[in-house]
């Protein structure tokens, strides 16, 4: 199989598990300091990454900051590790670099989609 093969077949694994800890951070009653450009940066660390492992350090780095800096949190950051990891498990360094780039986009999109509708219902995130 090919890497592409084998990252095509992740692709709905990668949607559902973005869509699933953004979902989670917005309803958890917990004031979400993440930001939108935060996630297009950190998209951007994923272009820039040469192993998947870097892009865990960035995101353990943000959250070992102050996040009304940096708007990650400890739990967030955990979170988005854990759920992209069980996804990667046991494929090439290149899948899983490429994974990471798609559920970065993917944990963007979802963010859109529930602060959109946290501002809809006039909830706080």
Not at 108 to 117: K, L
Request: charged fraction near 30%.
């Amino acid at each position: 199989m090919t890497p592409s093969d084998e990252l095509g077949k992740k692709r709905k694994d990668l949607v559902l598990a973005a869509e699933k800890v953004i979902k989670t951070a917005f309803h958890s009653g917990r004031k979400l300091e993440l930001k939108k450009t935060q996630l297009n940066h950190l998209v951007g660390i994923c272009g820039e990454a040469s192993c998947a492992e870097e892009i865990e350090n960035y995101i353990r780095y943000q959250a070992g900051r102050r996040s009304d800096k940096t708007g990650w949190d400890l739990e967030l950051a955990k979170s988005v590790i854990a759920a992209v990891a069980p996804i990667l498990d046991g494929a090439q360094d290149a899948v899983k670099l490429d994974a990471w780039r798609l559920y970065t986009v993917y944990l963007t999109r979802a963010f859109t989609y529930e602060h959109a509708s946290a501002d809809t219902r006039g909830t706080q995130r």
